[in-house]
């Protein structure tokens, strides 16, 4: 589960969404990037090769977008791992000092 502490009370829209945010920051992270890469696409979209068609192209920019949202999640995947493995590891350690 989260080691963050879930209030007892309502909350509100803002509060939600930051503890949201604190729990799970590969997320926003993720989205962002794919709305670059998207942004990134459209400005570029008059640069393209005149042979490339434009399904071709928008098919190799919804490829580059997901790759960056789903890297994002592989490496907030690995944080979390990381994460509680010295997390682990930290209290195994205090463990076996205070004996």
């Known amino acids: 589960m989260s080691s963050v502490d879930k ?5 509100s829209t803002g509060n939600k969404t930051f503890r949201k945010i604190k729990e799970n920051p590969m997320v ?14 459209i400005k570029n979209y008059k640069n393209r090769p005149k ?5 071709m192209y928008v098919m190799r920019f919804r490829v580059f977008a997901q790759s960056i949202a789903v890297g994002s999640m592989f490496v907030g995947i690995g944080y979390t791992i990381l994460k509680e493995h010295w997390t682990a590891a ?10």
């Open 90 to 99: 930290g209290q195994e350690t205090s463990k076996s000092s205070s004996k």
């Open 7 to 11: 209030p007892n009370f309502d909350e």
């Open 28 to 41: 926003p992270i993720g989205m962002t990037g794919f709305f670059l890469a998207v942004a990134y696409g």
């Open 51 to 55: 042979n490339m068609s434009t399904s």
